[in-house]
């Protein structure tokens, strides 16, 4: 199943992740047709909201009346609080299906990996968080807003069987070394650097035994499309180099998709129309065409 939350209220100074739910899904279907998923459509977005905790009661029951036409609606207003629900009454209800959602900036990722990992501990699995990102995402705040596209990892580390259970990929851009992660938040590095000398199937190899190890039932791969070098996925937020090839991406995944079922994911933060390249059009089809091939691998290792 496909869901798309085209919010980008939780990123940074570089906006219009918000247009990658419509741009992905007419990639995946010009270019990845065998890539097949039911698709649920978009969480409503209002654009200046994200999560209902911010908002006093007078401003959600004035959206409550613009969205479902009642001031007095039981239905949430926020996108992250609309995705949370959403994909809660979603495992309830099928409790054998998988959403692979599309963003939209990476806050989203918060509600659907909340959701996915308290249905899969109701249902007695053990699960891991497969992250790929050129960023920690392990902020607590940032500026006073704790759920953001840079914070949203620190918050779900609760709902796993043990911190060390969320797995990233591709780090190499933060105010810190590698060691300060790990120690403060229980967190599993492989940062960019040692994916590239080391090679991508050493380090998979090396996560495979770790997960099997820790007796992990299923996985969730939330994939920032910043993970793979700026050559590659320059529309985005918040590009950066020295970083993955696509290959190294799917080399890690088809070799964790080969020991373990994957049964959620996401791709997030392209933003068609942010070009730091100032390359133009080619900056913005490339990106889609890369986030398209690792999205269409993951939603056909869903099918499995």
């Known amino acids: 199943m496909t869901l798309g939350i085209s919010s980008d209220c939780g990123g940074g100074i570089l906006r219009g992740a918000n247009w990658g739910p419509l741009f992905l899904r007419s990639t995946l279907i010009d270019q990845q047709p065998q890539a097949k998923s039911f698709d649920l459509g978009g969480v409503r977005v209002i654009p200046?909201?994200?999560?209902?905790?911010?908002?006093?009661?007078?401003?959600?029951?004035?959206?409550?009346?613009?969205?479902?036409?009642?001031?007095?609606?039981?239905?949430?207003?926020?996108?992250?609080?609309?995705?949370?629900?959403?994909?809660?009454?979603?495992y309830a209800t099928f409790t054998d299906k998988g959403i692979f959602g599309i963003g939209g900036d990476h806050s989203i990722s918060y509600p659907l990996t909340k959701a996915y990992l308290k249905a899969k501990r109701a249902q007695g699995k053990r699960t891991a968080i497969i992250h790929f990102d050129a960023h920690t995402d392990l902020l607590v705040e940032r500026l006073g807003i704790d759920l953001c596209f840079g914070s949203w990892c620190t918050h779900i580390l609760e709902f796993l069987p043990a911190p060390h259970h969320l797995i990233q990929f591709g780090i190499r851009s933060s105010g810190k070394p590698k060691e300060h992660w790990e120690s403060t938040f229980g967190v599993k590095q492989h940062w960019a650097h040692e994916i590239i000398e080391r090679g991508a199937q050493a380090?998979?190899?090396?996560?495979?035994?770790?997960?099997?190890?820790?007796?992990?039932?299923?996985?969730?791969?939330?994939?920032?499309?910043?993970?793979?070098?700026?050559?590659?996925?320059?529309?985005?937020?918040?590009?950066?180099?020295?970083?993955?090839?696509?290959?190294?991406?799917?080399?890690?995944?088809?070799?964790l998709a080969d020991e373990f079922p994957?049964?959620?994911?996401?791709?997030?933060?392209?933003?068609?129309?942010?070009?730091?390249?100032?390359?133009?059009?080619?900056?913005?089809?490339?990106?889609?065409?890369?986030?398209?091939?690792?999205?269409?691998?993951?939603?056909?290792?869903?099918?499995?």
């Open 48 to 90: 200046h909201l994200l999560h209902d905790k911010y908002l006093n009661d007078a401003t959600i029951s004035n959206c409550q009346k613009a969205l479902y036409d009642n001031p007095n609606s039981e239905y949430y207003v926020s996108p992250l609080s609309i995705t949370e629900d959403v994909c809660d009454s979603f």
């Open 203 to 255: 380090i998979a190899t090396e996560v495979i035994a770790q997960l099997k190890a820790d007796n992990v039932d299923e996985l969730y791969v939330s994939f920032d499309i910043d993970a793979l070098d700026e050559e590659f996925a320059s529309a985005t937020g918040t590009p950066e180099g020295n970083g993955l090839t696509p290959q190294h991406a799917l080399d890690i995944l088809v070799a």
């Open 262 to 304: 994957i049964t959620g994911a996401d791709m997030m933060e392209i933003a068609p129309f942010t070009d730091s390249s100032l390359v133009g059009q080619s900056s913005s089809e490339t990106t889609l065409r890369e986030g398209a091939k690792i999205s269409a691998f993951l939603i056909n290792a869903m099918n499995r």
